[in-house]
């Protein structure tokens, strides 16, 4: 890997499009590089790895918020890794409010789905009328 980067050469290492590397410098998430005399901003390799960190921690769930306080532990060689855990277990903890939440919304549409007839007028159509403001999602 070269030690100076521009942003193309990091996207395409990172994996990411343009737009990714510009978004994660404005949202803190890389610092802002130095530029060259002809306005080029330089990248080191090291930004690389960072980029392929964030979209690691996003893929096992991790929001952009919670990537930049991993990254902040990471980088600040006073801290150990005491916190990790801890933000890895509040990550399992919404994830599995997240997979409660999915079963009971796929249980209310297989109710539904069940319901329907699957012809008719569509005043008639349960799934429909259940989005309803009145209508009975249960």
Known sequence: MAHHLKIGQLAE?????????????????????????????????????????????QEIGFSLKEIKELLSIRIDPKNDCSGVPK????????????IRTLQAMKKVLGKLT???????????????????????IQ
């Open 13 to 57: 290492q990172g994996q990411v499009n343009l737009q990714t590397i510009r978004y994660y410098e404005r949202e803190g998430l890389l610092p802002k590089p130095p530029r060259l005399a002809s306005g080029y901003r330089v990248f080191s390799s090291d930004a690389v790895r960072r980029v392929r960190f964030i979209k690691r921690a």
């Open 87 to 98: 933000l890895a277990k509040a990550k399992v903890t919404d994830i599995e409010q997240k």
């Open 114 to 136: 069940l319901a329907c007839p699957g012809s008719g007028p569509l005043s008639e159509c349960p799934i429909l009328e259940s989005f309803e403001p009145d209508g009975d």
